[in-house]
């Protein structure tokens, strides 16, 4: 079964250092977010792509955080520089270009997950 | 704006027992709501959706517009049950954007 892959699972750093996350969505889902969920809550999402165009990035901070899906498949978050308030799960999901049958949604299905650590 | 409200970070019930996890939303528009389940070392996964009408797992969900709810009930809980629970919300006023709430951990005694 065909499942949404990050790496690396779990990355400690310090502050002020640049930290990169990778995340490779189900063959063929047109649509991917990117999530990042501190403990205790629920997921915060901080862009969505739309194959290799944003759609939304309105909640990610763009002074430090950058996103990009050059080619429509794979994409990379970036951290630069790290902040100790940055520690989090970033999660990653795809789902299949919305339908318009219903509302437009779509079923995300999720990675593992990146854990970060800022020291 | 849209906000999603689980007032119950922690429920605990007995194995058989009835459990009902309680979702709350605001919203504007006309919402697509959802719960997803996390287990124990896995991924977050959807669960089921209302639009589906379905019942997953035991798990049936009705959304009430007039009580801006979304509850997730069950008639009897079992074990494998124990994991998080987030609702969320979305909808076309959101742009399909997800919100999730903050997540209730269910266990089921045995």
């Known amino acids: 079964e065909a499942e949404v892959a990050q790496s690396p699972r779990y990355k400690i750093t310090e502050k002020s250092q640049a930290v990169a996350f990778w995340c490779d969505p189900i063959?063929?889902?047109?649509?991917l977010y990117w999530y990042r969920q501190i403990l205790g809550q629920g997921p915060e999402l901080l862009v969505q792509?739309?194959?290799?165009?944003?759609?939304?990035d309105s909640q990610l901070p763009k002074d430090r955080f950058s996103a990009e899906r050059l080619k429509g498949v794979d994409s990379t978050l970036k951290i630069q520089p790290a902040e100790l308030g940055d520690s989090a799960m970033y999660l990653c999901?795809?789902?299949?270009?919305?339908?318009?049958?219903?509302?437009?949604?779509?079923?995300?299905?999720f990675g593992p997950g990146t854990r970060l650590t800022v020291l | 704006a849209q906000r999603v409200t689980q007032p119950e970070k922690l429920l605990s019930v007995f194995k058989g027992a009835p459990v009902e996890l309680k979702c709350n939303y605001s919203?504007?528009?006309?919402?697509?709501l959802f719960w997803y389940v996390q287990y124990s070392r896995q991924r977050l996964q959807l669960l089921l959706r209302?639009?589906s009408r379905e019942s997953i797992k035991g798990f049936t969900a009705d959304l009430n517009k007039g009580e801006t709810s979304f509850h997730l009930k069950k008639p009897f809980a079992q074990e494998e049950d124990s994991a998080m629970y987030y609702c969320?919300?979305?909808?076309?006023?959101?742009?399909?954007?997800?919100?999730f709430g903050t997540g209730t951990s269910l266990t089921v005694i045995p």
């Open positions: 999901a795809s789902s299949l270009e919305p339908e318009d049958t219903f509302s437009g949604t779509d079923t995300q299905y």
């Open positions: 969320a919300l979305s909808g076309q006023d959101t742009g399909n954007q997800f919100y």
């Open positions: 919203y504007s528009g006309s919402p697509e």
């Open positions: 063959s063929g889902h047109a649509t």
């Open positions: 792509f739309q194959d290799e165009s944003v759609v939304d």
């Open positions: 209302h639009i």
